[in-house]
């Protein structure tokens, strides 16, 4: 069961223009999202997060949306550039019933984004 | 500073041999973690440590593997009688601390298994 689901494979985005990458996941218990991005051979870079308790985090060019009713989260790129090129993660994370959490992360599929100059 | 290294970056085993993969964590982080990266997936958890316990291992797929950071800081992951199904990228992370807000991991570049 995929609890954390990125339906689009990939998309690509001219220069300058939003880039807009979804998110949808299953389980209610989570509370904490985070995107990542990877380039070939190295491993995924921390991007930008969100607590359940907001709906907006911003950072940049980097806005994280969450609309919890939907499970649903998306990243905005504005505006992008062709060093955003690369396989953008997003995860989730749940804080356990005894009030401690080590952060285990459930990530989705992955969408490659090209940025084409 | 210095951030996650792991190493061998790349690692050719035949069906049946065991292989041990390292990771050093960023420098007194509290939290280390091991995933694994299939072709064209998201990582998997496998395990987790808080310093030198290994408070989840509920992500292996079999006995045949095993990690261990018995002083909290290095860990290693060994697979045992290695098979095909085995090959993959395994990612390990690390964090300072993960009972806060911030459950930011920080990544090491993946060592590459093929088993042939």
């Known amino acids: 069961d995929q609890q954390v689901k990125q339906n689009s494979p990939s998309l690509s985005v001219q220069e300058g223009r939003i880039s807009i990458l979804n998110c949808d996941y299953t389980?209610?218990?989570?509370?904490?999202f985070l995107w990542y991005k990877k380039y070939p051979a190295e491993g995924p870079t921390f991007l930008i997060s969100?607590?359940?308790?907001?709906d907006k985090n911003e950072d940049g060019r980097f806005t994280v949306f969450l609309n919890k009713s939907a499970k649903h989260l998306s990243l905005h790129i504005v505006p992008s550039q062709p060093g955003d090129s690369a396989v953008y993660f997003c995860a989730a994370s749940i804080l356990n019933a005894g009030g401690t959490s080590y952060g285990k992360l459930t990530f989705g599929q992955g969408t490659i984004l090209t940025v084409h100059p | 500073g210095a951030g996650v290294s792991q190493s061998p970056r790349y690692k050719v085993a035949k069906r049946g041999q065991d292989v041990a993969l390292r990771c050093d964590p960023i420098?007194?982080?509290?939290?280390l973690f091991w995933y694994q990266q299939a072709l064209g997936q998201g990582p998997e958890f496998l395990t987790y440590?808080?310093?030198?316990?290994?408070?989840?291992k509920s992500g292996l797929p079999s006995d045949r593997f095993f990690a261990e950071r018995p002083e909290g800081s290095v860990s290693t992951l060994k697979i045992q009688r290695t098979q095909q199904e085995d090959s993959a990228v395994y990612l390990c992370a690390s964090s300072p601390r993960t009972d806060t807000g911030t459950r930011e991991q920080y990544f090491g570049p993946g060592t590459r298994l093929t088993v042939t």
């Open positions: 420098s007194g982080h509290v939290s």
């Open positions: 389980n209610s218990m989570f509370d904490y």
């Open positions: 969100i607590s359940s308790i907001k």
């Open positions: 440590f808080q310093n030198e316990a290994q408070l989840d």
